[in-house]
């Protein structure tokens, strides 16, 4: 079975930094997309970032300069290093895979969340 799990949340101040991980574990194959979501109470989820298997990033425009996505592919593990937050970055962030199970199709995999608190 894998599985997707979150560290790295908490209570920081404006202007602040977190680092969050996400580790894949279980059968798996191949791994492509893996990414970072967010959503802030009331709000629909969004996309933070995401980082493909060689290494090609993308990011929201509301993250570009502060935020940096990077995995190690060898531990199955995608990291977020988040600088210079605000207190719109409040959210519980969800870390997503895009990867081939041992047995199974191919698919999108979710992890349970962590929580981003900053305050102003």
């Known amino acids: 079975q894998v599985q997707l799990v979150e560290s790295g949340g908490g209570l920081v101040q404006a202007g602040g930094s977190l680092r969050l991980s996400c580790a894949a574990s279980?059968?798996?194959?191949?791994?492509?997309?893996m990414g970072w979501y967010r959503q802030a109470p009331g709000k629909q989820r969004e996309l933070v970032a995401t980082?493909?298997?060689?290494?090609?990033?993308d990011y929201a425009d509301s993250v570009k300069g502060r935020f940096t996505i990077s995995r190690d592919n060898a531990k199955n593990t995608v990291y977020l290093q988040m600088d210079n937050l605000k207190a719109e970055d409040t959210a519980d962030y969800y870390c997503?895979?895009?990867?081939?199970?041992?047995?199974?199709?191919?698919?999108?995999?979710w992890g349970q969340g962590t929580q981003v608190t900053v305050s102003s």
């Open positions: 997503n895979a895009n990867l081939q199970p041992g047995w199974g199709p191919r698919r999108d995999y």
């Open positions: 279980g059968r798996i194959f191949s791994i492509n997309t």
């Open positions: 980082i493909t298997n060689s290494g090609s990033t």
